[in-house]
């Protein structure tokens, strides 16, 4: 039994929740069962789309646990510190990689390690009154968990740079003209809104939904041809699909289609 994770399933919707009081940060169990619990969603046939959220009204998640940060810096291993360090990209990237959609719900403060979970979404919803940030610098580090990667490929280079550079926390309102979250809506709100937008997800096919996914990871980092020839075989595999033929066929005969995810 995991003691800092848990989650529920409803309707191929997980609701993954991270519950290490006070602020949810993340020292190595917590990564550890993390990593754990998207294994298990990731594998599972009855989950399309999985829903992260921090526990309580005062954070999402807060950071990574100083304390056991500290507890590595004072033994001067710098061998573990970076493992540490390396285990998380290692979690986050596995949900970056995934073919369900994973929605971050940031219903509380969301700095350093929360950011960096948050970017390893695929959408991010926002409460209004969030503050968001990379504050590493204050500490006389950077970040680790991706925020010097991910950051950049969704507010641009130059704005990455600023808030790494100066540690300095936005609102949610800026976050949104930023492009780094997908919606802002009041706090009480945050996992309703979520949910709906699982569920609506939910509703695809399982089958055009990884081939999207795959098709828009292939071309971020490739060159316009190589970005449409992923594009084309992704295509190619969504187009052969029992969803494909009955979402044409559902269309065509105006009804609403009944995708079976094959």
């Known amino acids: ?8 399933i409803e309707d191929k919707v997980a609701t993954l929740v991270i519950d ?3 602020v949810n940060a993340f020292n190595r169990q917590t990564l550890a069962e993390l990593g754990e619990a998207v294994d298990a969603l990731v594998a599972n046939p009855e989950v399309k789309v ?10 999402f998640v807060a950071g990574a646990d ?13 061998g573990a510190a970076q493992a540490f360090i390396q285990f998380g990209q290692q979690v986050f990237s596995k949900i970056e990689a995934s073919n369900k959609p994973f929605i971050a719900a940031i219903n509380g403060v969301c700095l350093g390690g929360g950011l960096e979970l948050a970017m390893s979404c695929h959408l991010r919803i926002c409460g209004d009154r969030v503050k968001l940030g990379q504050p590493e610098i204050n500490l ?9 990667q991910r950051l950049p490929r969704i507010v641009g280079a130059a704005k990455a740079a600023e808030l790494i550079l100066t540690g300095d926390q936005i609102t949610a309102q800026q976050a949104m003209q930023l492009r780094l979250v997908n919606m802002v809506v009041p706090g009480g709100e945050v996992m309703r809104q979520a949910k709906g937008l699982a569920a609506k997800l939910a509703n695809k096919s399982a089958i055009a939904t990884a081939a999207a996914m795959n098709a828009i990871r292939a071309g971020l980092d490739a060159d316009i041809k190589s970005g449409l020839a992923a594009e084309l075989a ?13 979402g044409i066929t559902a269309f ?3 009804r609403e289609a009944k995708f079976q995810d094959k």
């Not at 039994?1 to 529920?8: G, H």
């Not at 999985?50 to 954070?59: F, M, P, Y």
């Open 1 to 8: 039994m995991a003691d800092f994770i848990r989650y529920t």
């Open 140 to 148: 006389g580090i950077i970040p680790g968990w991706g925020g010097t």
């Open 50 to 59: 999985v829903v992260v959220t921090g526990a309580g009204q005062l954070a």
């Open 234 to 246: 992704q295509f190619g595999a969504a187009v052969a699909s029992a969803d494909a033929r009955e």
């Open 252 to 254: 065509l005969e105006k």
């Open 66 to 78: 100083l304390g056991e940060i500290g507890a590595l810096m004072k033994s001067q291993d710098e």
């Open 20 to 22: 290490h009081a006070p």
